[in-house]
């Protein structure tokens, strides 16, 4: 008689065993209610753990009939075909969806940009779908924040700084510019904050001028308006600035830093005198030594007061808190005595 052959009959077992493994995962969906979210993020992650792609895209898509609203099931599928399928016309559409379903995530319009990028779609699509997102109503001041640093970011990579001028240069320096303007009128305007208080976005159009194009004058500039919106009390802002200068200006601007530095530092004032010591300490004449010490001394003296000052006001504050209770203690036992 015609048998099987043993190759056949244990494929066939195997492939048994495999939906013996997926029934607990179909039976928690069946005893599930609408939308089922938890079910299918289980169901997920084995499937992931398992790994096979067209059984991967499967479980997704069934998860996102009912929970097509989910930003982050977006994200995590948009995420699997980044990095695990990377087909193109997979890739976009699945991003496309995410952004069409959850217009509000703007996780989901900095993936698409770079997903775009990634699989080099045309620049001028890349640009529109920018500005769709600019539209797209974000529900706080620091999104627009990302999206805006998201795009920067991707027209940085298009200049080839080893050019003096470019097409591509230019845009960059006017994105960044229009960046500036968009958080201080749309943004603020409406979220009455920036979003950005220490100025990233201009941060870093101040490190790629000084580092990319050799342009310390508009490093100093564009730093010069970051301290003015409020930063010069912070110590770590005035360290970006030096590191700057001393990796891309001259000792002469370093040691003006550092003296503003000084003067302005509330946080860790001891920190930043430190830095300016160690640095006339390595390459200061006498007498910049002597003015380094000088301010210093002056300085963190200062502060001793006001910290001095600070601290038995706290102190009255605690005792006249303790009077109030020890009053308020008298009167109920005066009260229980009547």
């Given at each position: 008689g015609s048998h099987m052959p043993e190759s056949v009959i244990q494929n066939y077992n195997k492939a048994l065993q495999q939906?013996?493994?997926?029934?607990?995962?179909?039976?928690?969906?069946?005893?599930?209610?609408?939308?089922?979210?938890?079910e299918y993020q289980a169901y997920i992650d084995f499937e992931m753990k398992i790994g096979d792609p067209a059984r991967i895209?499967?479980?997704?898509?069934?998860?996102?009939?009912?929970?097509?609203?989910v930003p982050d099931l977006w994200i995590r599928?948009?995420?699997y075909l980044d990095r695990q399928l990377k087909v193109k016309d997979l890739?976009?559409?699945?991003?496309?969806?995410?952004?069409?379903?959850?217009p509000w995530t703007v996780a989901l319009?900095?993936?698409?940009?770079?997903?775009?990028?990634?699989?080099?779609?045309?620049?001028?699509?890349?640009?529109?779908?920018f500005e769709k997102a600019l539209?797209?109503?974000?529900?706080?001041?620091?999104?627009?924040?990302e999206i805006w640093q998201a795009y920067l970011d991707y027209l940085r990579r298009r200049?080839?700084?080893k050019q003096d001028s470019s097409k591509e240069l230019e845009e960059l320096r006017a994105a960044f510019t229009r960046a500036l303007e968009y958080l201080k009128q749309e943004v603020e305007e409406r979220f009455n904050e920036s979003g950005d208080p220490s100025c990233v976005i201009m941060q870093n159009w101040a490190r790629i001028e000084a580092r990319l194009c050799n342009n310390m004058q508009k490093a100093r500039e564009l730093w010069d308006s970051i301290m003015t919106r409020g930063n010069a009390k912070y110590a770590n802002m005035w360290l970006e600035y030096y590191n700057l200068e001393r990796a891309h200006g001259d000792t002469q601007h370093c040691r003006k830093a550092l003296h503003r530095a000084v003067q302005c530092t509330s946080d860790y004032p001891e920190h930043v005198c430190e830095v300016l010591l160690t640095m006339e300490r390595t390459e200061g004449s006498l007498e910049d030594w002597d003015i380094a010490v000088q301010k210093t001394e002056t300085r963190l003296?200062?502060?001793?007061?006001q910290r001095m000052k600070a601290a038995e006001k706290e102190a009255a504050l605690v005792q006249q808190e303790e009077e109030k209770a020890e009053q308020r203690k008298r009167a109920r036992a005066e009260k229980k005595a009547l």
């Open positions: 939906l013996e493994k997926y029934k607990p995962y179909e039976e928690a969906l069946l005893q599930a209610e609408a939308p089922r979210l938890a895209q499967l479980i997704f898509e069934r998860a996102l009939v009912e929970n097509c609203l599928y948009s995420q890739v976009l559409s699945v991003h496309n969806r995410a952004i069409r379903n959850c319009w900095s993936r698409y940009l770079l997903a775009m990028e990634r699989h080099g779609v045309d620049h001028q699509v890349i640009s529109v779908t539209n797209a109503g974000f529900i706080q001041a620091t999104d627009y924040v200049v080839d700084f003296a200062r502060v001793n007061e």
